[in-house]
Nanobody
Framework: VQLQACGGGVVQAGDSLRLSCAAS????????MSWYRQAPGKQRELVAT???????NYADSVKGRFTISRDNAKNTVWLQMNSLKPEDTAVYYC???????????????WGQGTQVTVSS
């Protein structure tokens, strides 16, 4: 299973970006798909989560500005980021948890990061 993230870039404060992440491989289902971010010198933090059933959770710092969505059939998750701020600058990572494949059990996977830079 591989997660391929894209959509990062350099934008100005107040702009919008949309990140996408597609999981590929022989996947039966994915329970939770999430976005994390890591700014220079800081720990990786959870940005948003969406379960297969549709429940969402957001970090307080992005509530009202970011929206996570997913297509279960396509094993794809998006992060719509509006009203971006310089403090949103980070490498953004997608994460899939509770992944069921042809192998017995459930697994978790990380995608490669995509850089988001917001200038003031």
């Amino acid at each position: 299973v591989q997660l391929q993230a894209c959509g990062g870039g350099v934008v100005q404060a107040g702009d919008s970006l949309r990140l996408s992440c597609a999981a590929s491989g022989t996947i039966f289902s994915i329970n939770v798909m999430s976005w994390y971010r890591q700014a220079p010198g800081k720990q990786r933090e959870l940005v948003a989560t969406k379960t297969r059933a549709g429940s969402t959770n957001y970090a307080d710092s992005v509530k009202g500005r970011f929206t996570i969505s997913r297509d279960n059939a396509k094993n794809t998750v998006w992060l719509q980021m509006n009203s971006l701020k310089p403090e949103d600058t980070a490498v953004y990572y997608c994460h899939a948890d509770g992944v069921r494949t042809a192998q017995w059990g459930e697994y978790a996977y990380w995608g490669q990061g995509t850089q988001v830079t917001v200038s003031s």
